[in-house]
């Protein structure tokens, strides 16, 4: 009966998109304090120098608009809905600040939609203290990118695990129906979760060749909601998950990307789903770990897909790692490239799972699943270990 109620729900709210009652607080220029358990509506830049908690609260922002957070000021996102009133808002421009984004008390997740650029972290030139960075249960969906940094120089010095955490967030593109002005949204395992991936065990990969994330019948992929809004040009998907843009660092001075011990209770593997490419390195070094990347046949349509890409151009100090402890490992389904590599110093890439639906009727004309591992350089450090493709 409740599987019944949800699906009628969202018809509803795909079909009619009623609007439950008008937006009457409207904010803009600079703001401070809480925002909490109601509708706003983001009329003009907002800028924040302070400490701004957005909590439960559902925030429907004119186009182009942007939050910006500015250095030694904080947002704190914790279960609030932010997405842009008919097209594209610009996002939220951090500079050397504190931005944390999770679930609140009346809601499992933040769900933040339709921006340029989700969270975009300004360039920060030779500072020893880098605010840290949260990010968990939360759905980036529909934004050109969900989360860019520019870094020049972090000064944090070699083998420094750089202080941004992310876990149990799904980067996604796809129609998510809901009702506007209702502050009400989907749960968080609700979508993640399809009848293919609940039944799996928490350190396993879900065995099939094809996406085992997110319920396509439910929540498309392909229907008219599921691509960027304007001006994105039409049936755009979202272009990176993540972008880390850097032109100096030092080498070990890294993100991670995912948890590698389990929760006791649910699945806290990180989705990049329906991404052009779901980890995008250009002069970085990460490590990766319990991170799943799928694409959709035929949703996107741009020609190449990556799970990770990274390159280092200039061949300075630069490692990639992927590897698998206590959970499940790293799984590709559907990637044109699951992981390409060019010019890093390090490249060691350890358990990860690399399927394709495609089969030999249809493998001449395949878009996706068409190549596993590629790796260009001119060092001798490149260890592959334990990678099964299929």
Known sequence: MKKKI?????????????????????????????????????????????????????FIINPGVRIIVNDNGSLNINGSHLYGNGAMWGGILVGNASCN?????????????????????????????????????????????????????????????????????????????????????????????????????LTQVPQTYGAPYINEATFSSTHQDAYLKPPARAFSKSEIGFFANWTVSFFSNRFRFGNSTISATSNNTIIFDNQTIGINLIYGSAEITNCLFQNIPNANRELETFGIKAANLDEGDMFLLTYQRDAPPNAFFDCRYAIQSEFLTDVQLADNIIRSSKDVSNVKDVIEGLNGIIIRNNSEHSYLNKNVIK
């Open 6 to 58: 949800l699906t009628l729900f969202l018809f509803l709210a795909t079909i009619f998109n009623l609007v439950a009652q008008p937006c009457n607080n409207a904010i803009k220029g600079v703001i401070s304090g809480n925002y909490s358990n109601t509708v706003y509506c983001i009329t003009a830049d907002v800028i924040i120098s302070s400490i701004v908690n957005f909590t439960d609260a559902e």
């Open 101 to 201: 984004i999770t679930n609140g008390i009346l809601h499992d997740n933040s769900l933040i939609e339709d921006a340029d650029v989700a969270i975009r972290f300004g360039k920060i030139i030779k500072t020893n203290s880098i605010t840290g960075i949260t990010i968990e249960n939360t759905i980036f969906n529909r934004n050109r990118i969900g989360i860019e940094h520019n870094f020049q120089d972090l000064g944090q010095g070699s083998g420094t695990l750089l202080p941004f955490v992310i876990n149990n967030s799904i980067f996604t593109c796809r129609n998510i129906p809901f009702f506007q002005g209702s502050n009400e949204w989907v749960n968080y395992n609700q979508f993640k979760m399809s009848p293919l991936s609940i039944h799996t065990p």
